[in-house]
C-alpha cells in the first residue's frame, strides 16, 4: 500500500514563494507518475503538475507553466512543488497524488491522494 505524506504549505504573500513535499512510502511499483492537483474553495479539483518517476519527465497543467518546477527525489522518495510568483488565486488545499504511469495522472486516473495541504496566498 503506498501512502503519500505531504509538507510545506502554509500563508504567504503575493509574489511570494512556496515548496511543497511528497514522500513516498510503501508499494512495488518501479515507475509510476506523481504529481500535485489542488482545489480551492467551490471549484473542482485541478491538475497542477506532474512527472514521470524513472523518466523524470516533468507535466504542467495550466496553474503550474512558468511559475511552478516540480523536481522529484529518487533516493529519497519524495516530489517537490517549487512555487514562484503566487498570488491569490493560488489558494487552495494541495493534495499529492500518485497513480500507475504519467499519463494516468493527467488522465486523473489517480490510486493513491495525500491528504492534502493548505497554501493561502494574501494579497
Known amino acids: 500500500q503506498v501512502q503519500l505524506s505531504e509538507s510545506g504549505g502554509g500563508l504567504v504573500q503575493t509574489g511570494g514563494s512556496l515548496k511543497l513535499s511528497c514522500a513516498r512510502s510503501g508499494g512495488t511499483l518501479s515507475d509510476f507518475g506523481m504529481g500535485w492537483f489542488r482545489q480551492a474553495p467551490g471549484k473542482e479539483r485541478e491538475f497542477v503538475a506532474g512527472?514521470?518517476?524513472?523518466?523524470?519527465?516533468?507535466w504542467y497543467g495550466d496553474p503550474g507553466k512558468g511559475r511552478f518546477v516540480i523536481v522529484r527525489n529518487l533516493a529519497q522518495n519524495t516530489v517537490y512543488l517549487q512555487m514562484n510568483s503566487l498570488h491569490p488565486e493560488d489558494t487552495a488545499v494541495y493534495y499529492c497524488a500518485a497513480a500507475r504511469t504519467l499519463g494516468e495522472l493527467l488522465a486523473g486516473n489517480v490510486d493513491y491522494w495525500g491528504q492534502g495541504t493548505q497554501v493561502t496566498v494574501s494579497s
Open positions: 512527472i514521470s518517476w524513472i523518466s523524470d519527465s516533468p
